[in-house]
């Protein structure tokens, strides 16, 4: 009887055994096959390449700029009125169309705002009266369509002294430009303080020379303030793209994180751009 049981058991064991090698060489070989073939069929071939996908830029520069106490001193906003204040926005030198700004005048108050139209004129209604510009807002997500990638040209005045606006007699307002800015090209790299630290960037068009400044901390994610490595009247100057720091200072520190600022100078001297400021982030470090 025990026989016949054990018999039985290993028949049954067998059997169970058998069946799932069966279930797993189905689904490996047919399964498989089967839908390794429906793909096969659903794939089409081209010839043509696709694109890289590009990642889109936004605006760089500051969306606001004020001059004085401004923000200290703002009441509201000024109504429109018979009057006109005009002005002209460009991008590289192109109008720029879409972009929605309004300006701060008289110390106190904002204009209403205005979109640049195809020519990259606007225009803000005022009412008669005597005015002067304070600094200007951008609409940051016009700014971030119309102007992707640019920053502020420096040469770009965000103020401006006094003029009256009457009938037949529009008010001149702020021209203002935007350019690309110098792209730097070391970024999160690691030096030894005895040896020499290079950075570097891309030429810029219309740059005569180049006017370099330091930003030290202690803290790689650490705001950047203005602990600066030369005085602003001793920056150095070159007419290269790439420089050993070591060259111009000894001050650099072990354990301290630096950002650097490159700002492209013309052939009269003023400044044609500059580079982006990060100010929660760093170029290199010194170990």
Known sequence: ???????????????????????????KFFFESTMNSTFEKNESVTSDVPTVSKISNNFLGSTAMYAGGFLNNKSGVLSTGSGKITG?????????KGLRLRLALNGKVMSQWATTNSSGEYEISVPYGEYKIDGYELDSKSANKVLSGLIGSPMSP??????????????????????????KTTSLISYNLNDPVMISWKPYLGAVNYKIQVYEKSSPHGFLGNNTLFSWSERPQTSETSVDLKVYTQNLKSGYYYSYEIRAMGENGQQVSESVRGHQSYDFEVK
């Open 158 to 183: 965000y103020s401006s002294g006094l003029f009256t606006v009457a009938k037949g007699k529009q008010g001149n307002g702020i021209n203002f430009s935007f350019v690309d800015p110098i792209i």
């Open 88 to 96: 002209l926005v460009k991008s590289n030198g192109i109008p720029a």
């Open 1 to 27: 009887m025990l026989k016949k049981f054990i018999n039985g058991l290993l028949f049954g064991t067998g059997f169970a055994v058998a069946f799932i090698v069966v279930v797993v060489v189905y689904f």
